[in-house]
């Protein structure tokens, strides 16, 4: 029985990371530019067809891949703010004062990219075979697979990594800055619409590098995006609005809940707890366990 | 000025009217064609439903869960315990009030995407819930199965809500329809609705006047919820089965705010508009393209949906509604018994905002 739990409280931290890797850019984005990016899920589903297609076609390992789809990533999300949200931006900050309209576009785009990917690649769920891919660490009844682990490090340092940015550097100053009141920012000088973009982009590459690294264990199919956006989006809540730190905890508790809560009841009931929890969290912390916006 | 604006567009409703009357006896050879136009009332009233949340300034990403509610109420009761869905059809209306108190309630009070992400999660998740389970206690969903409406008497009952043509559905559903954007309109015109367009513009501003946001909010959605679960036992009882796949599922709720958005977001006459254009055009391509272009499908919804946004913000309402102006004054200034100074130019407002 403890062994049960210890394995399903292990294989929670692993699927964690991979929550949390998505959570995070999605949080930086919220957290700055107050987007709900409801295509998120898509955009790593596009980062990881992208990866996928350089290890079909060009026999890139996925780890190496990171390389390229990063930058791809980053003008994807740069161009995604910059064409669609921006104009949104513009006209609505005359007359709308809750950006619903950009999560309609969002949604949207989250269709337009799902199915796009359904057109062009059918629903096969693909897949990266890689030597590695079923190396593992054996410890006791412990069995932990190396590309799990090595995503749950990457999920770490990635959090670690855009904090260290945002907190330490001068491009960090000025997204905090544009995220806690774009007025001021705009009148101490900053581009603040270079900086969305920027933040947008940066947010993508985070993703994108997350979804490099699920490559070697993770399937890929066009309709993947949106239950992982969703939550994610359940995870920067519970994490707490636009908060790194948060999106990161957030992710591991979700895993290891579902996980474990899997133990006694069946996953689908168990994926309910997540929701109840959302729920919860919302009711008595709007902001969240490390929130740092106020709802 | 005002009150001949206001006439023309009742004279256009009552022609429109007349020809959604007059529509099912000359297409009685044409079933499909009939059931296109039922579809387009059934969205047309469940985004009717839906704008409801709009209005007071919330966006419900899970809409399709509480026509999955009314729908599964309904006809688990009919199926189970031999009620018939004309009762059963307000136990669903309670079911999903109750639904919509519990999510309502915390996440309405708050600013900010959490009653958006509230919904969102909410419908995937019982989704998945319903399709994985048999039975829940005494209650059998029946599961990725699906329930399969049993036929009284051939499917010719009326009193257990069961018809043996298209007719009476294509009746019932318009009627729900108008029912539905009456409301919408009357509710426009008293004090929740000028609260709900309090709220929506300026909520801090309307707080500070004592209106209690959440409270309207929650008001806006229960109301939402329950006809939205009426439209479920429609759908239930129209097509004699209902599925957590489809009748639950996010891109049902999509296609309701999709209508919706097209036709014009926080108007009252726009999702009628958007039903009319969405239906048809999404019913021919399946027709069209049939299983050949998986995902064109809803490409092309996403784009559209995309488009509106970017270009036609206020949808398609505030450009049928001049349209109709324009004929109005046309049509008017060449009747010389009403072609006086006064008259000719005047402009009046027009139905919707």
Known sequence: MVETLISALVAGLLVGGLYAVVAIGLSLIFGIIRVINFAHGSLLMASMYAGFWLWRLCGIDPYLSIVIVVPLAFIGGYGVQHFLIHPMFQRERTYVVEPLGVLLLMAGLDMALANGALLLFKSDFRAVTVPYGAAAIHLGFLTIPITRLILLVISMLLALGLSWLLSRTELGNG????????????????????????????????????????????????????????????????????????????????????????????????????????????FFRPKGLMGVLEA | MERRSISFNWIVAAILLAIAVIIPFVLEKHPYYV???????????????????????????????????GGYTSTILFMDYAITPWIGMLAGVIVASVFGIIIGYPTLRLRGPYFALATLAFGLILQTYVVNTQELGPIKLRGAMGLLLPLKNGGDAPAVFQFATKTPYYFIALAMMICAVLLSYLLNRTRIGFYW?????????AESLGINAGKYRLLAFLLSCALTALG??????????????????????????LVGVVGG??????????????????????????????????????????????????????????????????LWSTNPAVNTPGIVGGSGKVEGR
């Open chain 1, 175 to 282: 997204i905090r800055a544009v995220g806690q009141n774009r007025e001021a920012a705009a009148l101490c000088g900053l581009n603040v619409y270079h900086t969305y973009a920027l933040t947008f982009g940066l947010g993508c590459a985070v993703t994108g590098f997350g979804g490099c690294a699920m490559l070697p264990f993770y399937f890929v199919d066009p309709s993947m995006g949106l239950p992982l956006a969703i939550k994610s989006f359940i995870i920067v809540v519970l994490g707490g609005l636009g908060s790194i730190p948060g999106a990161l905890v957030g992710g591991f508790i979700i895993g290891v809940v579902e996980s474990v809560g899997g133990q006694f009841v069946p996953a689908t009931s168990a994926s309910i707890f997540s929701l109840i929890m959302f729920l919860f969290i919302v």
């Open chain 2, 265 to 330: 977001w926080q108007t009252i006459s726009g999702p009628m508009i958007g039903a009319m254009l969405i239906i048809p055009i999404s019913e021919l391509l399946r027709a069209e393209l049939g299983g050949g272009f998986a995902g064109l499908h809803a490409l092309i919804y996403g784009l559209i949906l995309m488009g509106v946004i970017l270009w036609l913000p206020r949808g398609l309402n505030p450009l049928v509604m001049s349209g109709l102006k324009c004929l109005g004054d046309r």
């Open chain 2, 35 to 69: 059931h296109i136009f039922i579809l387009v009332f059934l969205f047309g009233y469940l985004s009717t439903a839906w704008g409801l949340v709009g209005q007071s300034g919330q966006l419900s990403f899970g809409h399709a869960v509480f026509v999955g509610l």
């Open chain 2, 232 to 257: 479920g036992t429609l759908w239930a009882q129209y097509f004699h089965y209902i599925n957590a796949e489809r009748g639950m599922a996010l891109s049902l709720s999509i296609e309701i705010v």
């Open chain 2, 197 to 205: 367009t309090a709220i929506r513009s300026d909520q801090d501003a």
